[in-house]
């Protein structure tokens, strides 16, 4: 009687222990999913010819996918190849290639309604064509409407010389931290970029795996900044590397967002006042009442004119634009200045922003404010040339 009184006793104190443990300890939560979280669809990453068809339920995520590798002769498709979990917003992902059995992994992180970021964790054994990393867009039925409204910056990388390496390319909006991101392929001649981001005011710049930078800039000094509001497109945007001072690089860029590379420092403010600080009796050419008004004519989006200078000569042009347009400068001259400059421009704005510091043939950038802009034309050469100035502010375009 004793014996069965104590192992009564000992599974009695067992249970108190368990039930008190039990109740000492928080329950563990699983990290919630948004609710704007929506993984279902078609995704594709043009570059590098990815694509992805996801369904989500609940926090289970399962997928196939599509890879179109050396220019179609290896072709990467499997139906449920994707099987994933969700948790917050990413979905751990286990995947597997249609050229092997062996299983890697990934993550999907959910950036915005239209875009989620492919990273692989721990690539399978064997030949696959799986991207490394890459951001992938939202491709919706024209009948289904966007969730989110998006707008598309397009444009270039433009090096001091081709061949142009594969670059990483950011958009990166500072006051909401939103970004996106964008790779372009090595290319014998300026790599072309197009990047979906939410509506807001984004710095681009740009890295290269290999080494160097390149920003958007409109002063050649710092980054300029480009606001695109929904279903807004705004092209031809060039991204370049920094000019050289005797302050080192006229711009740094800042850190990527998805931690890939680090932050260059901009010049010190000192330095580029000083070099920035116009000479004692220097007039700049927007002081000068010759120049020449530029009016476009009735629906027109571009403007040009021929012209002649004499040795070391210039001439100044003056137009009125908005603030938010596009502005392309384009300059062309006999003998050829793509090689050895015979010409520059030099563009201003009425309160008083260099936009070319130095010399060039062609600029282009969005306009911070609605006041005359200033083109002046100057000859660097020992004998007469001719030249060509084109100005084009196109239609801003809608998808």
């Given at each position: 009687?004793?014996?069965?009184?104590?192992?009564?006793?000992?599974?009695?104190?067992?249970?108190?222990?368990?039930?008190?443990?039990?109740?000492?300890?928080?329950?563990?939560?699983?990290?919630?999913?948004?609710?704007?979280?929506?993984?279902?669809?078609?995704?594709?990453?043009?570059?590098?010819?990815?694509?992805?068809?996801?369904?989500?339920?609940?926090?289970?995520?399962?997928?196939?996918?599509?890879?179109?590798?050396?220019?179609?002769?290896?072709?990467?498709?499997?139906?449920?190849?994707?099987?994933?979990?969700?948790?917050?917003?990413?979905?751990?992902?286990?995947?597997?290639?249609?050229?092997?059995?062996?299983?890697?992994?990934?993550?999907?992180?959910?950036?915005?309604?239209?875009?989620?970021?492919?990273?692989?964790?721990?690539?399978p054994d064997g030949e696959f064509y799986?991207?490394?990393?890459?951001?992938?867009?939202?491709?919706?039925?024209?009948?289904?409407?966007?969730?989110?409204?998006?707008?598309?910056?397009?444009?270039?990388?433009?090096?001091?010389?081709?061949?142009?390496?594969?670059?990483?390319?950011?958009?990166?909006?500072?006051?909401?931290?939103?970004?996106?991101?964008?790779?372009?392929?090595?290319?014998?001649?300026?790599?072309?970029?197009?990047?979906?981001?939410?509506?807001?005011?984004?710095?681009?710049?740009?890295?290269?795996?290999?080494?160097?930078?390149?920003?958007?800039?409109?002063?050649?000094?710092?980054?300029?900044?480009?606001?695109?509001?929904?279903?807004?497109?705004?092209?031809?945007?060039?991204?370049?590397?920094?000019?050289?001072?005797?302050?080192?690089?006229?711009?740094?860029?800042?850190?990527?967002?998805?931690?890939?590379?680090?932050?260059?420092?901009?010049?010190?403010?000192?330095?580029?006042?000083?070099?920035?600080?116009?000479?004692?009796?220097?007039?700049?050419?927007?002081?000068?009442?010759?120049?020449?008004?530029?009016?476009?004519?009735?629906?027109?989006?571009?403007?040009?004119?021929?012209?002649?200078?004499?040795?070391?000569?210039?001439?100044?042009?003056?137009?009125?634009?908005?603030?938010?347009?596009?502005?392309?400068?384009?300059?062309?001259?006999?003998?050829?200045?793509?090689?050895?400059?015979?010409?520059?421009?030099?563009?201003?704005?009425?309160?008083?922003?260099?936009?070319?510091?130095?010399?060039?043939?062609?600029?282009?950038?969005?306009?911070?404010?609605?006041?005359?802009?200033?083109i002046e034309v100057r000859s660097m050469?020992?004998?007469?040339?001719?030249?060509?100035?084109?100005?084009?502010?196109?239609?801003?375009?809608?998808?």
């Open positions: 009687m004793s014996i069965k009184k104590t192992s009564l006793q000992i599974i009695c104190l067992a249970l108190a222990i368990w039930l008190l443990a039990g109740c000492g300890s928080a329950p563990v939560e699983p990290t919630p999913i948004p609710e704007t979280m929506v993984l279902t669809g078609h995704w594709e990453d043009v570059s590098s010819a990815f694509s992805l068809d996801l369904s989500q339920a609940g926090d289970k995520l399962q997928g196939s996918h599509v890879v179109v590798a050396q220019q179609g002769n290896k072709i990467d498709s499997m139906d449920k190849s994707i099987e994933g979990i969700i948790r917050g917003n990413i979905a751990d992902i286990n995947f597997q290639s249609s050229f092997t059995t062996n299983i890697g992994t990934a993550t999907i992180t959910f950036i915005d309604q239209n875009t989620i970021f492919w990273k692989v964790t721990n690539p799986f991207p490394n990393e890459c951001t992938l867009i939202r491709k919706m039925s024209a009948s289904i409407p966007s969730p989110v409204g998006t707008g598309t910056i397009t444009g270039r990388v433009h090096l001091v010389a081709p061949p142009t390496p594969r670059m990483v390319v950011y958009a990166v909006d500072k006051t909401t931290g939103a970004w996106a991101f964008t790779e372009t392929q090595a290319t014998d001649s300026e790599a072309t970029f197009s990047i979906v981001v939410l509506p807001g005011s984004y710095q681009l710049f740009a890295f290269s795996d290999i080494d160097g930078y390149a920003g958007y800039s409109l002063d050649g000094w710092t980054l300029a900044v480009v606001s695109i509001a929904a279903n807004q497109t705004i092209s031809d945007i060039v991204v370049r590397p920094p000019s050289q001072s005797e302050c080192g690089s006229t711009f740094g860029v800042p850190a990527a967002p998805d931690g890939r590379f680090a932050a260059i420092p901009d010049p010190s403010a000192d330095c580029v006042a000083t070099i920035l600080t116009p000479a004692a009796g220097y007039t700049p050419p927007q002081a000068n009442p010759d120049a020449i008004r530029i009016q476009f004519q009735p629906n027109a989006t571009d403007w040009y004119t021929p012209g002649d200078l004499t040795p070391n000569a210039k001439i100044s042009f003056v137009l009125y634009a908005q603030q938010g347009q596009q502005m392309i400068v384009n300059l062309t001259t006999e003998p050829d200045s793509s090689t050895i400059p015979y010409a520059s421009l030099y563009i201003t704005a009425a309160d008083g922003t260099i936009y070319t510091p130095n010399p060039t043939t062609n600029w282009t950038g969005v306009l911070p404010a609605s006041q005359d802009y200033y050469s020992q004998q007469s040339i001719t030249y060509t100035l084109v100005v084009n502010i196109p239609v801003t375009s809608n998808p």
